[in-house]
């Protein structure tokens, strides 16, 4: 049991979260949402690669460690305050803390970043053969020509870093 009263260590965590960087609030967003929902196999990968072994603990890494001490030993009031907190603090990571509850949290590289098609939709397509079909005779005939480059010629240019 901590020295710390609960109503204590949900005050110091909502003052840590308005102190933490932009990078630092996106490192706590999936700790926050695996420990919410009960996900330790995602919470440790997480942990992982928060832990430096060559490095001195950062304040983040301990403020995070007392985090995964204190927020399972609350009730599910005071979890609901730290999660009303942080979001009323910054609205945006509160947008993101409810999808990640509501969806599961997003893996880096499952948006391919071209048309926002995700992985599994790509998949879909293929299976189901689904290809856009361009007439280009319709626009030969208006007298707009489109010159197709193949994807597998287009030229690559690579800067050298001095």
Request: proline share 4%.
């Amino acid at each position: 049991m901590s020295a710390v009263s609960t109503e204590a260590q949900l005050r110091y965590l909502l003052q840590w979260f308005g102190e933490f960087s932009e990078l630092q609030r996106e490192d706590f967003l999936p700790v926050l949402v695996a420990t919410r929902t009960g996900r330790q196999d995602a919470l440790a990968g997480q942990l992982a690669a928060l832990s430096c072994t060559d490095k001195p603990v950062s304040l983040f890494q301990c403020r995070i460690k007392l985090f995964n001490e204190w927020y399972p030993t609350w009730s599910e009031e005071e979890q609901d305050r730290l999660i009303k907190g942080v979001s009323d603090m910054d609205p945006e990571f509160g947008k993101k803390l409810e999808e990640q509850l509501t969806n599961g949290v997003t893996v880096n590289g499952d948006t391919n970043g071209i048309d926002g098609n995700t992985r599994d939709d790509e998949q879909e397509n293929l299976q189901n053969n689904q290809f856009e079909i361009v007439d280009a005779s319709a626009d030969a005939e208006n007298g707009v020509l489109e010159q197709v480059v193949p994807d597998n010629n287009i030229p690559l240019e690579i800067a050298a870093a001095s």
